[in-house]
T-cell receptor, first 113, second 109 residues
Framework: DSGVTQTPKHLITATGQRVTLRCSPR?????VYWYQQSLDQGLQFLIQYYNGEERAKGNILERFSAQQFPDLHSELNLSSLELGDSALYFC????????????FGPGTRLTVL | GQNIDQPTEMTATEGAIVQINCTYQ??????LFWYQQHAGEAPTFLSY????GLEEKGRFSSFLSRSKGYSYLLLKELQMKDSASYLC??????????FGPGTRLSVLP
């Protein structure tokens, strides 16, 4: 158990809908990272937050947005969902900026029908 | 452009040593990461290199040559539980992460 929690574990929805994925980092970790993993694209970095501020941005679509709240949990919002958004979404956390060890949550499996 | 290459699959024998190579071309360089991922599970962080040389951590070691855009992950005394995918990732410009396709390692008895 990495100490990172993600909810829900599974999510099934329809095209055009909007969903919110939630991540709680390990106690004391300030950084949260979001990743998408699909069979054809591999693991893709989406975005990183550090202590509530956006720190790095990867291949995140405009239909996707994220935020980190004062209690350090984070949410990833996916809107206007398409079939191709079906994937595993992982959240990871790490400590301070110089701490490069990332601890991954169990992931949320999103299926868009 | 940004590109990371790794062998797709490798096979080794229990107790042996295996080296998984990774070559990269990225915009900027702020460190190279190795992760292990068992099928159906989340990735697990293995190592981080930002300076040239070898970093050793138990049975696992990782090497980096920035001038050659090259890294390898060395696994010693292979165990059956080491059968997994190994992902190489580079943190580039803007602290962005780029992942390689992963190397699926099979450890045979």
């Amino acid at each position: 158990d990495s100490g990172v929690t993600q909810t829900p574990k599974h999510l099934i929805t329809a095209t055009g809908q909007r969903v919110t994925l939630r991540c709680s980092p390990r106690s004391g970790d300030l950084s949260v990272y979001w990743y998408q993993q699909s069979l054809d694209q591999g693991l893709q970095f989406l975005i990183q937050y550090y202590n509530g501020e956006e720190r790095a941005k990867g291949n995140i679509l405009e239909r996707f947005s994220a935020q980190q709240f004062p209690d350090l949990h984070s949410e990833l919002n996916l809107s206007s969902l398409e079939l191709g958004d079906s994937a595993l979404y992982f959240c990871a956390s790490s400590g301070r900026v110089a701490d490069n060890t990332q601890y991954f949550g169990p992931g949320t499996r999103l299926t868009v029908l | 452009g940004q590109n990371i290459d790794q062998p797709t699959e490798m096979t080794a024998t229990e107790g042996a040593i295996v080296q998984i190579n990774c070559t990269y071309q990225t915009s900027g360089f702020n460190g190279l990461f190795w992760y292990q991922q068992h099928a159906g599970e989340a990735p697990t962080f293995l190592s981080y290199n930002v300076l040239d040389g070898l970093e050793e951590k138990g049975r696992f070691s990782s090497f980096l040559s920035r001038s050659k855009g090259y890294s390898y992950l060395l696994l010693k005394e292979l165990q059956m539980k080491d059968s997994a995918s190994y992902l190489c990732a580079v943190r580039g410009r803007g602290q962005n992460f780029v992942f390689g396709p992963g190397t699926r390692l099979s450890v045979l008895p």
